[in-house]
DNA sequence: TTGATTAACTAACATTTGTTAGCAAAGATA
DNA sequence: TATCTTTGCTAACAAATGTTAGTTAATCAA
């Protein structure tokens, strides 16, 4: 069979399983259900993947990479504190508002990872806040935004940031980039000296 | 035995159980495994409750108590909506710190409810939400905060605060009346006119 | 055409799951 | 003292779980 074929199906299971783990939950979905849905049987998946767990970190890790990739360019592009931020959120709200179900699955699922991805997974999220807390930092240190803590304040940009996924509807009121603009706003408003 | 001593193994277990649901999950929780922690044996169990559910809903419901006493007070005791917010904001941070694995429950594992309990549980939620966005509409119609959307500025007020369960330290840097605080100033700052 | 690979199937497995039945001891109530 | 209630136990059950083994048909590369 052709490897482009292959990775189609690959695909098309990490999809059903994006949606089926948002809608229930990692753990409360098994595999004979996810089976139903793609329309093979539940050891079939073994052809694709390792384990469910593999179904899981694929699903992690491929967000991860899309929150990198985007926010490196914004990094690469802007140089004022103010104007990376706006840039940086507008960025992160497009990988959310494009993947709302990975995104789901990113944000409450990833506890089920087992060692060692469970670390990996950890690390990443690390090195992806520090991106903004360093923004932060600048900001500060170059008197643009109010000298806060940065922990918190980081903490507190991503809790707004990251519950988007939640009821952001691609057929509702709001656009991605309104979104995300009137997040920069209410959060900068919220900051600027 | 005295009824007292009842109720003490029961909220023994409440306890524990919330414990070990924050840190694994609802579903990743095994009867037997809260059993090791309890010291009993996993059937004993059912002599106080149910079944493992009613133990999460006794958890979710009793999180949604606490946030409408507190917030009630606050509604009959002050009238201006900034100083509302305000208040509002300190009485829902002060109930999250105060029980942060029931919160973390409350947060996320409410979704394996399953009905008439879901429902009535979501239907709690949006009365909750809904006092926030009266005192918002309220503060917009004053002329005190920038007029936005009502939905968008509730969603994204839960979304700061409803996270502080994930980084609150009780030994930490920050006090719940210092998070409060900081919230606040941040949050009203972004919305006032 | 031959041989290898891919992707599906059926059947079964060992565990783990929440839960029930039945029983025993301890304390409360009369 | 006699009875009832509470709270624990052991043993077991039926269902669901992730996964493996073994097989088969189709497709690709030589």
Not at 78 to 89: G, R, T, V, Y
Not at 118 to 132: A, D, G, H, T
Not at 174 to 189: C, V, W
């Amino acid at each position: 069979m052709p490897k482009d074929k292959t990775i189609k199906r690959k695909d098309q299971i990490t999809l059903i399983a994006q949606n089926k783990f948002r809608e229930k939950g990692y753990r409360a979905v098994s595999m004979r259900e996810l089976a139903d849905h793609v329309g093979i049987e539940a050891a079939s998946f073994y052809n694709h993947f390792d384990s469910k767990e593999s179904i899981l970190k694929e699903i992690c890790f491929r967000m991860a990479d899309e929150f990198f990739n985007r926010i490196e360019i914004v990094i690469n592009e802007e140089k004022l504190p103010d104007k990376i931020l706006e840039k940086a959120i507008e960025s992160h709200i497009k990988v959310i508002t494009a993947n709302t179900d990975a995104s789901a699955v990113f944000f409450l699922d990833w506890r089920y990872l087992s060692e060692p991805y469970l670390s990996e997974f950890l690390e990443l999220r690390r090195k992806y806040e520090n991106i903004f807390r360093k923004i932060i930092k600048e900001g500060m240190d170059k008197g643009l935004f109010e000298k806060l803590d940065e922990t918190f304040t980081v903490l507190t940009i991503f809790s707004s940031l990251n519950w988007v996924y939640e009821w952001y509807d691609p057929k509702g009121r709001f656009t991605p980039d309104q979104i995300a603009e009137n997040l920069s706003k209410l959060i900068l408003d919220g900051m600027r000296k």
